[in-house]
């Protein structure tokens, strides 16, 4: 698999992620499952908000300032919250070339999410952060064998393809991204694989009507619009 850096790339979130004071430490990642242990007997809460280090081996770990963005999705996993390349039992972090992929792709899945619960109209804040990714990540992007992966709904292949790839210890895919298919999109599948310091950017807040998301702001624009959203 060919090695691919992009010195940028663009994820965007939900504002309720906590920082995690043990991934900006200087201590030895390797140690990370002693520590958390220590300080969940005294504090319950830290293991939570640390998640399941397991997941992620001690080589694969970072720390170090922001480290706490970039360990988050992959400590925090759960078949819960399937994705496109995995079924949920670990962590992805997504991103994309460019700012609109990371727009596009989070619209679709606040849509899914607000209509699947039936959400009454309401407006949900986000940011953005931004990294260089390097890794030998499997690029899928013209190549037919893989084009299932990109079915628009549909994740069993994809999912298949992430799960083989990740217990190889693979780095991750690049693949076009469905929801702004003129850029592409990536799935990290370790932390090891950012580029520290994550820059926290953009604020945005999604407006939802009760059916769609309609427009998106971005806190700290001179003009102060709501942009429409398609």
Request: proline content about 7%.
């Given at each position: 698999m060919p090695a691919i850096?992009?010195?940028?790339?663009?994820?965007?979130?939900?504002?309720?992620?906590?920082?995690?004071?043990?991934?900006?430490?200087?201590?030895?990642?390797?140690?990370?499952?002693?520590?958390?242990s220590a300080e969940a007997k005294l504090n319950?809460?830290?293991?939570?908000?640390a998640g399941d280090l397991t997941l992620v081996p001690p080589h694969r770990r970072i720390a170090g300032p922001t480290a706490s963005m970039a360990m988050a999705p992959f400590t925090h996993a759960s078949t819960a919250r399937p994705s496109r390349f995995s079924d949920g039992t670990y962590g992805v972090y997504?991103?994309?070339?460019?700012?609109?992929?990371?727009?596009?792709?989070?619209?679709?899945?606040?849509?899914?999410?607000?209509?699947?619960?039936?959400?009454?109209?309401?407006?949900?804040?986000?940011?953005?952060?931004?990294?260089?990714?390097?890794?030998?990540?499997?690029?899928?992007?013209?190549?037919?064998?893989?084009?299932?992966?990109?079915?628009?709904?549909?994740?069993?292949?994809?999912?298949?393809?992430?799960?083989?790839?990740?217990?190889?210890?693979g780095d991750g895919i690049i693949y076009t991204s469905v929801r702004w298919p003129a850029a592409s999109a990536a799935a990290v599948f370790w932390p090891n694989l950012l580029r520290l310091p994550i820059t926290q950017a953009r604020q945005f807040r999604y407006r939802w009507d009760g059916s769609r998301m309609t427009q998106y702001f971005v806190h700290g624009e001179a003009d102060r619009v709501w942009h429409s959203w398609p």
């Open positions: 850096t992009w010195k940028k790339s663009y994820r965007i979130i939900r504002t309720v992620y906590p920082p995690v004071d043990l991934f900006e430490d200087v201590a030895d990642p390797a140690d990370w499952d002693l520590l958390v319950p809460r830290v293991r939570d908000e997504y991103c994309g070339e460019t700012w609109e992929v990371a727009l596009a792709e989070t619209a679709h899945h606040f849509e899914r999410f607000m209509r699947a619960t039936n959400e009454p109209p309401a407006d949900a804040d986000y940011r953005e952060l931004i990294c260089g990714i390097a890794g030998n990540f499997l690029d899928i992007r013209q190549n037919p064998t893989y084009a299932a992966c990109h079915a628009p709904e549909t994740w069993s292949a994809s999912q298949t393809l992430g799960r083989t790839l990740h217990a190889n210890d």
